[in-house]
T-cell receptor, first 113, second 115 residues
Framework: DTAVSQTPKYLVTQMGNDKSIKCEQN?????MYWYKQDSKKFLKIMFS???????INETVPNRFSPKSPDKAHLNLHINSLELGDSAVYFC????????????FGPGTRLTVT | DQQVKQNSPSLSVQEGRISILNCDYT??????FLWYKKYPAEGPTFLIS?????DKNEDGRFTVFLNKSAKHLSLHIVPSQPGDSAVYFC??????????????FGKGTHLIIQP
C-alpha cells in the first residue's frame, strides 16, 4: 500500500492553462504539505494544512490554490501556468504533535511549454 | 538566504568504508533535524532524525551527531553499501511552532559508493 500518493506523475502543459495535482495519504496523518523542487534542486515548502486548515502559505503566487477536502487529501490547483512553474512538486504528510517526520509522495514533474 | 547548508555537492566513498555527510544551519530556532535519502524520480525517504536535546541518535548503520554550539550535524553511514548511493538531504524544523511547519532543506549531497 502506497503511503503518500500523487497523481499524475508527469504533467506537460502549455502556458496559460489551468491544472491540478492530487495527493492522498493513508497514514492517518493530520497535516499535509506541498513542496516545490526547482531546477537547482532546492526543496521549498509552499503550503501546510492541518485538519483541513491552512497553516503556512510561503509567499506563493495566488495562482496556486491548495484545497483540502478532508484530512487525507490535499490537492494543488494552478491557474494561468507560467514557464517558471516548471518543477517537481512533492506532497508530504505528518502527524502534528507526533515525531515530526514528514513522509513524501513520489513527486509530480510539471513541464510548462 | 540559506538557513541549512550542505557544502559538499557530492561525495565518493569506497564500499565498506564510512560515509560522513555534513550539514550546517544558521537559524537558532531550529530544534529538530532530519536526514532524507532520495533516489532519482522518487520522493525523499525519511532516514533518521534528532532532537536538539540530544547529541547523537543511532539506527542500524546510520548515526546522526548534533553539535548545537557549532550549529552542525553530520550523518555517518557505516559500513557503506552500494544501495546507499543516492542524494542525501539535511532538513530542519522548529517544532516549537506546533509541528505543522514545513521543513527547511539543504541542497543535498550526492553520495556515490564505489565497489
Amino acid at each position: 500500500d502506497t503511503a503518500v500518493s500523487q497523481t499524475p506523475k508527469y504533467l506537460v502543459t502549455q502556458m496559460g492553462n489551468d491544472k491540478s495535482i492530487k495527493c492522498e495519504q493513508n497514514l492517518g496523518h493530520d497535516t499535509m504539505y506541498w513542496y516545490k523542487q526547482d531546477s537547482k534542486k532546492f526543496l521549498k515548502i509552499m503550503f501546510s494544512y492541518n485538519n483541513k486548515e491552512l497553516i503556512i502559505n510561503e509567499t506563493v503566487p495566488n495562482r496556486f490554490s491548495p484545497k483540502s477536502p478532508d484530512k487525507a487529501h490535499l490537492n494543488l490547483h494552478i491557474n494561468s501556468l507560467e514557464l517558471g512553474d516548471s518543477a517537481v512538486y512533492f506532497c508530504a504528510s505528518s502527524l502534528r504533535g507526533g515525531t515530526y517526520e514528514q513522509y513524501f509522495g513520489p513527486g509530480t514533474r510539471l513541464t510548462v511549454t | 538566504d540559506q538557513q541549512v547548508k550542505q557544502n559538499s555537492p557530492s561525495l565518493s566513498v569506497q564500499e565498506g568504508r564510512i560515509s560522513i555527510l555534513n550539514c550546517d544551519y544558521t537559524n537558532s530556532m531550529f530544534d529538530y533535524f532530519l536526514w532524507y535519502k532520495k533516489y532519482p524520480a522518487e520522493g525523499p525517504t525519511f532516514l533518521i532524525s534528532i532532537s536538539s536535546i540530544k547529541d547523537k541518535n543511532e539506527d542500524g548503520r546510520f548515526t546522526v551527531f548534533l553539535n548545537k554550539s557549532a550549529k552542525h550535524l553530520s550523518l555517518h553511514i557505516v559500513p557503506s553499501q552500494p544501495g546507499d548511493s543516492a542524494v542525501y538531504f539535511c532538513a530542519a524544523s522548529a517544532i516549537s511552532g506546533g509541528g505543522a511547519d514545513g521543513l527547511t532543506f539543504g541542497k543535498g549531497t550526492h553520495l556515490i559508493i564505489q565497489p
